[in-house]
């Protein structure tokens, strides 16, 4: 099955400089930030006071925390099953629907728990680096370091062991939609 990488609506915060120092713009950390995908699914994160939003599109990570996923649009039926979404916080990398490795926390959201509109919420734990599950990476307890450096190639940084890190959805149980992007929407986390 062959995914293509895409990430809808999402753009980049600059930062302010003052003094020489990047400065984010002022947010409530209970703010919430959405993003959409081009099939008109939206996906809104908001956090506790560890995590602040800066209402671009990314979650600017400043501590480990739980956040509130909140979905609407998804269609959860992907090849008619009706299997719902998995919502999980890590990197996406080529396997990430088939590898459960990669997250630090995962939720699957069943079709039968979605509002009519398509809507769910759910809470997910994020945190800067976690131990990834051996049993599906093949590495016997690697760390993901989701302290990605956006000035670094995505090769330099997975030398590292740093990955661009989202709250990020897909259709459940590695079924396919057609398209295969239907229920796929991430948000960036930025620490």
Known sequence: MARTMRTFGVTL??????????????????????????????LSVSGP???????SGAVNGVGSGTVTVTGDGFDGNAQGRGFGVYVVYGPKEADYFTNSGWFGS?????????????????????????TADPHHTGDAAATVNCDYDAT???????????????VQTFSA??????PAELDEVQVPVNW
């Open 173 to 178: 149980h590695g079924v396919a939609n057609d």
């Open 106 to 130: 995962a939720q699957w959201v069943s079709k039968s728990a979605f509002s009519a509109s398509g809507g769910f919420t759910t809470t997910l734990n994020v945190a800067k680096s976690y």
């Open 49 to 55: 006071a560890s995590v602040v939003t800066d209402g």
């Open 13 to 42: 915060a600059a930062g302010v400089a003052a003094i020489g120092l990047a400065v984010l713009p002022a947010v409530s950390a209970s703010a919430a930030t959405a993003v959409t995908n081009e099939f008109g699914a939206s």
């Open 152 to 166: 670094k190639t995505k090769a330099a940084n997975t030398a590292l062991g740093q990955y661009q890190c989202f």
